[in-house]
């Protein structure tokens, strides 16, 4: 059974750091882009960061040099570091792949975690 499961999110103050990690299970990330998407209450989806299969990493202009994507072939995951935490960063992240891809890599995801809630805040 294809899963995400997505973990390391929580309560943290402006300024300080989280770590949110992606364990994938029934196939082999080594072939696919995961990217990690996020939803604030009463707005869209927002592409956060990508990395293919690889290697190549994007960045929103919104977290480039704030977040680190980085991807673990071995142990089938990937993490986003999240430092320098703003308040507008608040969300519920969202690991995500594609399984069927086609093109270009991180514009279309078809499988999907259950998320995890970053509230920054004082």
């Known amino acids: 059974q294809v899963q995400l499961v997505e973990s390391g999110g929580g309560l943290v103050q402006p300024g300080g750091s989280l770590r949110l990690s992606c364990a994938a299970s029934g196939f082999t990330l080594d072939y696919y882009a995961l990217g990690w998407v996020r939803q604030a209450p009463g707005k869209e989806r927002e592409g956060v960061s990508c990395?293919?299969?690889?290697?190549?990493?994007y960045y929103a202009p919104s977290v480039k040099g704030r977040f680190t994507i980085s991807r673990d072939n071995a142990k089938n995951t990937v993490s986003l570091q999240m430092n320098s935490l703003k308040p507008e960063d608040t969300a519920v992240y969202y690991c995500?792949?594609?399984?069927?891809?086609?093109?270009?890599?991180?514009?279309?995801?078809?499988?999907w975690g259950q998320g995890t809630q970053v509230t920054v805040s004082s």
């Open positions: 990395v293919s299969s690889d290697g190549i990493m």
């Open positions: 995500a792949t594609d399984l069927n891809p086609v093109g270009s890599p991180c514009k279309e995801y078809d499988t």
